[in-house]
C-alpha cells in the first residue's frame, strides 16, 4: 500500500512514505536532514561514490542513522513511494516563463522546508559543482530503468542536464534567486551562441 498521498491542501502526506534519495552529496545529506526532522526515517540513497569503501557520501549515509545505503541503483529505489533528485531544469524553465514562484509554491505545498529559494539555488549551484557524478549516477539509473524492460527516457535526460550542468560551471548562490537563475540561463546563452 502506498503511504505518500496527498492531503486537503495539496501536501504529500510523507510521514510514512519511504523515500529514495539519489546523490547523497551536500544536497542529498540536507535533505535527509530535512526528512529525519520531519520524522521520515523510511529513506535509502544511491551515490555513485557508495562503491568506494571510505567515500564521503557513503559514510555520512552509514553514520546518519536514518538512511539505508543502497546496495546498487536497483536496491535503493525497489519499494520507493518517492524519489528525489534534481529540481535544475524544471525551475530554470519556469523562469523563462517568469513563473518560478509558482514552481515553488508547489515545492512548498508539497514539501514543506522553510526557505525553498534559498533551498533552491544550493540545489542547482550543487549541480553546477557536482555534475558530472549526477551524470553518471542517472547513467546508473537509466541502466536499471533498461533492465527492467522499459525505456529509460527520463534518467537518460536527467544524465544529459547533469553533464550540461557541469558544463557550465559553478556560480555563487550568494544572489537573490531571480538573479541566480538568469546568471545560469545567461551561461546557457552564451553556450549556444557559441555552439552556432
Known amino acids: 500500500m502506498t ?5 486537503e491542501k495539496g501536501a504529500l502526506a510523507t510521514r510514512q512514505a519511504r523515500i529514495a534519495l539519489i546523490g547523497f552529496g ?3 545529506q540536507t535533505l535527509a536532514a530535512d526528512l529525519a526532522s520531519r520524522e521520515i526515517r523510511d529513506v535509502t540513497s544511491w551515490d555513485i561514490l557508495f562503491t568506494t569503501e571510505r567515500s ?20 535503493a529505489l525497489d519499494g520507493r ?5 534534481d529540481l535544475t531544469e524544471s525551475l530554470l524553465c519556469a523562469r523563462r516563463y517568469g513563473v518560478e514562484e509558482t514552481v515553488l509554491e ?25 555534475g558530472r557524478r549526477r551524470a ?18 527520463m534518467s537518460a535526460a536527467c ?7 557541469a558544463e557550465l560551471g559553478p556560480i555563487s548562490p550568494e544572489k537573490p534567486l531571480a538573479e541566480f537563475l538568469d546568471s545560469v540561463l545567461g551561461l546557457t546563452a552564451r553556450d549556444r551562441k557559441g555552439a552556432a
Not at 3 to 7: E, K, L, P, V
Not at 65 to 75: L, N
Not at 107 to 119: C, G, V, Y
Not at 159 to 165: H, I, L, T
Open 106 to 130: 508547489s515545492l512548498r505545498d508539497l514539501f514543506p522546508l522553510p526557505d525553498w529559494n534559498q533551498q533552491a539555488k544550493y540545489m542547482i549551484s550543487r549541480s553546477l559543482l557536482h
Open 159 to 165: 544524465a544529459k542536464r547533469q553533464d550540461w550542468a
Open 81 to 85: 513511494d518517492l524519489v528525489i533528485s
Open 56 to 75: 564521503g557520501p557513503r559514510l555520512a549515509a552509514a553514520t546518519s542513522g536514518h538512511v539505508r545505503v543502497g546496495t546498487s541503483m536497483r536496491d
Open 26 to 28: 551536500e544536497v542529498g
Open 3 to 7: 503511504t505518500a498521498r496527498t492531503t
Open 136 to 153: 553518471e549516477e542517472m547513467r546508473e539509473v537509466a541502466k536499471t530503468v533498461s533492465e527492467s524492460g522499459l525505456d529509460p527516457w
